[in-house]
């Protein structure tokens, strides 16, 4: 994903694409219909206008797919408060659920994802329209695959006549081009409309989806659902369960996202779409939470490894590699024996070195033993090769999101963070 809407000939050429898809697959099915030998003739008249109804609500919300900004932080108070998530590409503040896109390059509001086939962000404000847009694609597709479905019929009842009584090949060349384009059209899209719509009611962006995939890997690494660790700056944090918070109730989840609880409005393709505003949850910039974890905000979760990371940076702890190699091709027994002499070790180096951060990672029960998940191998550490990726291979910045703007707030040092508000106060007050 990240390699398509990375390549610069899609970025320009995605959205003339799509356009050209949607044509070939509406009018030169409807002139191979009513203009070729192909039984059972034209589309009556009420096929024609539903077919064609469908159609001009595809293109109305595929056009504000494209065209309605995805959103836009606007910070007018001097006071930047450091407290929170901090977007340092932004030099701003970062609400709950905003992530700063890459292609986009600011922070978008409940951020799903980048789309590459709308080139905007699927997000706050874009949301309603990008889900009407695949509704209508695909009862529109389906409404197709109907007309084709009768025309392969007609052909197969008359099999048996003589080829030249039957339709042209042009046509019946047509019909199985169009008829293919369609099918796969179709899987790809119906694919993207279940995917959105499980989206829509529970509350889960895309993005977030994935921070639950690696909350339950990271969770699942260890024997509890906490452990405390030291953080960066030497904090003590408590790395725990946390359930994700948004999802209020499928009915409030869907209204939140359309930006109204009249349902009758949700699949109408001029009604509007949730604005930005300070006021009120579920406008931007706070989100109401259904009270699962003991206390709001904890979304999204610490991620040790980058936690640890975040540590090898600022030059506070460095993980033994070469010690954890030796896991390589190693039985049960053995590897649990290097894992105690490694856990010895630590301490030692600990006491050496302030290597507090790893030793106390290495305590819980098998954490970093399974590095599988986690290409972190220090021989060929870059950016992308570091971060978390889910079962589909998946990385944040697949999804548009710029991962150095990605910071846990733990992983800033409160020296940066105050460094950072005096820089983020300064500029303002220049602009
Ligand atoms: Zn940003
Ligand atoms: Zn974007």
């Known amino acids: 994903m990240a390699g398509i809407s990375d390549a610069p000939f899609i970025q320009s050429l995605a959205v003339p694409a799509v356009c050209l898809l949607i044509a070939f697959l509406s009018y030169f099915s409807q002139v191979l219909f009513n203009h070729s030998t192909l039984d059972p003739g034209p589309l009556s008249r009420t096929e024609s206008t539903t077919f064609n109804i469908l159609l001009l609500c595809l293109w109305v919300s595929y056009f504000r797919a494209v065209t309605v900004d995805p959103g ?229 979760p610490l991620d040790p490894e980058k936690l640890r990371r975040a540590g090898r940076e600022w030059g506070i702890s460095r993980r033994n590699y070469e010690a954890e190699l030796e896991d390589e091709g190693l039985t049960p027994q053995e590897q649990l024996e290097a894992f105690k002499r490694r856990q010895e070790e630590d301490m030692r180096r600990r006491k050496r070195r302030q290597d507090v951060l790893l030793a106390e990672l290495e305590e819980v029960d098998g954490f970093g033993s399974d590095r599988d998940d986690y290409d972190d191998d220090e021989t060929n550490c870059n950016n992308a090769m570091r971060n978390w990726a889910n079962s589909d291979g998946e990385y944040l910045r697949d999804y548009g999101v710029d991962e150095d703007a990605e910071e846990q707030d733990e992983d800033v040092p409160l020296v940066e963070l105050l460094r950072r508000r005096h820089v983020g106060t300064t500029s303002y007050s220049d602009s």
């Open 72 to 300: 836009r932080y606007v910070f007018a108070d001097q006071v930047i408060e450091a407290e929170g998530r901090w977007c340092k590409k932004c030099q701003a503040p970062k609400p709950p659920r905003a992530h700063h896109c890459r292609h986009c390059q600011r922070c978008i509001p409940k951020m799903d994802h980048h789309c590459p086939w709308t080139k905007n962000c699927v997000s706050m404000t874009t949301f309603p329209h990008f889900l009407r847009f695949l509704v209508y694609a695909n009862v529109s597709l389906w409404t197709l695959s109907y007309f084709f479905w009768q025309r392969l019929y007609a052909l197969w009842e008359t099999r048996h006549m003589p080829a030249h009584l039957g339709p042209t090949l042009a046509a019946l060349v047509s019909l199985a081009m169009s008829g293919l384009v369609c099918a796969i059209t179709s899987l790809a899209l119906g694919i993207m409309l279940i995917t959105t719509v499980q989206g829509w009611v529970l509350n889960r962006t895309t993005i977030e989806g994935w921070e639950v995939d690696r909350h339950e890997a990271n969770i699942g690494r260890g024997s509890r659902d906490w452990w405390d660790m030291t953080g960066p700056d030497g904090e003590p944090i408590r790395f725990e369960k946390v359930e994700f918070p948004y999802d209020i109730g499928f009915f409030a989840n869907m209204a939140q996202a359309m930006g109204t609880s009249n349902f009758l409005l949700w699949f109408f393709p001029l009604a509007g779409n949730p604005k930005i505003s300070k006021t009120g949850t579920g406008t931007g910039f706070t989100w109401e939470e259904n009270g699962f974890n003991r206390k709001e905000g904890m979304w999204p």
